[in-house]
């Protein structure tokens, strides 16, 4: 697998965006991201799939998941707008249920990003990036420590498994979806379960997001945010307060209402969304697209901290076409960390406990916590 690098960090994963004010359904905030230039030599669009599917990774295994769709991405060599290349729709829910009690279609893919024409690419979205995640260390043990089993030398970490929740079943997330309005210029959504970042989706032009909208409720999320949505109580709606003093003509109020769009933006970029954009992350790239260039990112899985991975575009400058990131659970955070102080240890247990500054025993038994217990080696 290609190493992880900062090289590709873009500066800012949200330049060329504004946030718009919010909109709030139970504890699910959508915070709406326009952009005042849509980008036109890219377009994506879906492809829709039923039921799990499996991705041949070549030597690497296979990953197996539900992948309920596909994007393709469509892009010029001059700079021209793109077309969108076409939809491909599924059949209506009746067809679908008569389908899904017939049988459940297997479908099989090969690799995660494949090229599909001289300027098309065909890509799972959000698979991307948890592929990235679930390969972390793969490879298991560098150097054959006595403390590790043989399973772990011969195999790794294979198989690596973790779970996570549709969007469907994300309480109020598809009422969220469903009644809220689509800003003019609207090219991505940044998706709150009480008031933590749950998720980012940023698309290239508007009318791809009108399109792949819907598809939110088909992506993953961690059970971090399935808590969020079923046990926190309903987030706080944005309210714009305009005091009559000193306010004399529309003008005054039409600037006054700006002043407020601007102060909620400020907020929330430096506030509710800090999580994301101040996270150090390491860059792989995936696929070169013309000017545009198609990677994925890990962070630094900092515990008790917001730790998100994603895939991104982006274009010869640094500047963020395409987003979508997933939000890491405690576990899930706890587990990348873990592996990734044993890879810089070479995996060696007593220096990795001693980073830790506790013993070889304890560091086992938060490996066995971790459910990692399977690498030791188990002593009679």
């Known amino acids: 697998m290609t190493s992880y690098s900062t090289a590709h960090a873009p500066s800012s994963l949200f330049d060329g965006l504004r946030t718009r004010p919010s909109q709030v359904w139970g504890a ?30 070549g030597r690497k295994g296979s990953y197996c998941s539900y992948i309920p769709h596909s994007f393709v991405a469509e ?54 990036a948890l592929e990235g995640y679930l390969a972390l260390h793969f490879g298991g043990p560098t150097i054959a420590w006595e403390e590790w089993s043989r399973q772990a030398l011969r195999q790794g970490l294979s198989p690596r498994v973790e779970a996570a929740y549709l969007g469907l079943q994300v309480p109020g997330l598809s009422d969220a979806l ?30 791809d997001y009108r399109t792949l909208h819907p598809t939110l409720v088909q992506d993953l999320y961690g059970d971090l945010v399935h808590h969020y949505a079923t046990l926190m109580p309903p ?16 003008g005054e109020l039409r600037a006054a209402a700006a002043e407020q769009t601007d102060r909620w933006a400020e907020f929330h970029d430096t506030t509710m969304a800090a999580g994301l954009v101040e996270q150090e992350s390491s860059w792989q790239r995936v696929r ?26 982006l274009d010869e400058h640094g500047r963020t076409v395409y987003l979508k990131t997933f939000r890491l ?28 500054g506790i013993d070889d025993a304890a560091l086992a038994k938060r490996l066995e916590t971790a459910g990692f217990g399977y690498l030791l080696r188990q002593r009679g």
């Open 28 to 57: 699910v905030r959508l915070v709406p991201l326009v952009r005042a230039e849509p980008v036109a030599d890219l377009r994506l669009h879906p492809r829709i799939h039923t039921g799990p599917g499996v991705v041949d990774l």
């Open 75 to 128: 892009w010029t060599g001059d700079g021209s707008p793109a077309a969108a290349y076409g939809t491909q729709l599924s059949e209506g829910p009746a067809e679908q249920e008569q389908e899904a009690v017939a049988a459940v279609r297997l479908h099989f893919h090969r690799r995660m990003a494949r090229q599909e024409g001289r300027r098309r690419l065909r890509f799972l979205p959000l698979h991307l």
């Open 178 to 207: 469903s009644v809220f309005e689509i800003h003019p210029g609207q090219c991505g959504v940044l998706v709150y379960l009480a008031d933590a970042l749950a998720a980012a989706f940023v698309v290239p032009h508007p009318e």
């Open 235 to 250: 987030g706080t709606d944005f309210r714009a307060r305009i005091t009559d003093t000193g306010i004399r003509s529309l």
């Open 288 to 313: 070169r697209m013309g000017r545009f260039t198609l990677s994925r990112f890990l962070p630094e899985f900092r515990p008790k901290q917001d730790n998100h991975i994603g895939e991104a575009i």
């Open 329 to 356: 659970s405690e576990n899930q955070v706890r587990r990348g960390f873990l592996l990734s102080r044993l890879a810089a240890h070479d995996w060696h247990l007593a220096d990795t406990a001693a980073e830790f």
